[in-house]
């Protein structure tokens, strides 16, 4: 007990973190100003076993109230500050 002998799994161990593609914004104007507001990521999906695109999965904090969602890629690390 305690040592995995590699035919358990670990459950206590931190998912991998996966590299998102794109993030996902819900904008709003307001009079000659407009808001973009981060909710979420999107991550490409595996090709399906057919050979067809897998497509992509969002993953959103939240949802914006006028529908309007933004996907875009993630600026450089150095300018995300």
Sequence with gaps: MGQ???NQKVLNKA???KKYEYVANAVHE???TTFWTRVGVAF???PREDGRDGGYTILL???PTNG??????PL????QD
């Design 4 to 6: 995995n002998d590699g």
């Design 15 to 17: 998912p991998e973190k």
């Design 30 to 32: 307001e009079g000659d």
């Design 44 to 46: 490409k999906n595996k």
């Design 61 to 63: 904090n939240a949802v």
């Design 68 to 73: 309007k969602l933004i996907l875009s890629p």
């Design 76 to 79: 450089p690390e150095k300018e």
